[in-house]
């Protein structure tokens, strides 16, 4: 076969085909992996610069700050000189939604002092989001604030919780802020865990918004969807999940289990169990 011929036969015994490169070329493994600092908060409030250093020691090259706890009652260069002494990162916080209306380019300038890519926002005050026009209220906010953070290159985003999913008149609240929320300004993250705890399926919403979806909270549930419990021990098919995620390697993962009897054995185990997850 002329070498020309070949080509064309190749190419066209894989039309059709949908791959990404890392099946292409076999199974792959997580980068990069994160730790939310909720899951380890108790820790945290402790000793904030020994916690850092030992979930570094673990492995974990990224932590997810909690800007809503004050980073635990230490200033942003507190912060960061710890996070240069260690050697993590942290691409993104998570922080009370009212950051964004008052006070937000002072905020801005802290998320660049710390290395911020992204800011999450995990959930919306509870009064303002029991009907549906309080939530499209909340996705206009973000649509400003969003537009202001783009200017200082940083994006803000929204994080799912368990409750995000329950109808109101016959309307998903989550979706509708999704959709209204503007692409160009805003992005999300998708919490594996909390969608499963709400009764919703995480793979459908990846379907739905995949081009939304930035960041990612790993995230294991019980069988009775009553509990997140340790990575691989429950009900969560994150191998399918993260083969399905297009782009991984640009989008933050971080593990977080809010549930343990050892905040720090618990983080130690997730992370052995998803360095060594191939998918």
Known sequence: MRRRSFVQSLAASLAGVSLTPRFAFGAARLERIGLELYAVRDAMRRDPERTLAAIR???????????????????????????????????????APETILTDWEKRLDDAKLLGHEYLFVPSLPAEETKTIDGWRKWADHFNRAGAVAREANVWLGFHNEPTH???????????????????????????????????????????????????????????????????????????????????????????????????????????????????
Do not use: C
Not at 73 to 94: C, E, I, M, N, Y
Not at 243 to 263: M, N, T
């Open 57 to 95: 020691a673990i492995g974990y090259t990224d932590v997810e700050l909690l800007w809503s706890f004050n980073n635990f009652d230490r200033t942003p260069k507190q912060v960061r000189a710890t996070l240069d002494s260690t050697g993590l990162k942290a691409s993104s916080a998570h922080m």
């Open 165 to 279: 999913t329950k109808p109101i008149g016959g309307l998903v609240p989550y979706e509708v802020f999704v959709e209204r929320t503007d692409p160009s300004v805003v992005r999300h993250q998708l919490d594996v865990g909390n969608m499963m705890l709400g009764g919703a399926d995480p793979m459908k919403y990846l379907g739905k918004y995949r081009d939304r979806y930035w960041s990612f909270h790993i995230k294991d549930v019980a069988a009775d969807r009553t509990k997140d419990i340790e990575l691989g021990k429950g009900a969560a098919n994150l191998k399918q999940l993260l083969a399905a995620i297009p782009d991984l390697g640009r989008k933050p993962v971080f593990v977080e289990q809010e549930a343990w009897a050892d905040s720090m054995a618990s983080a130690r185990a997730n992370y052995q169990y998803l360095a060594a997850l191939e998918f």
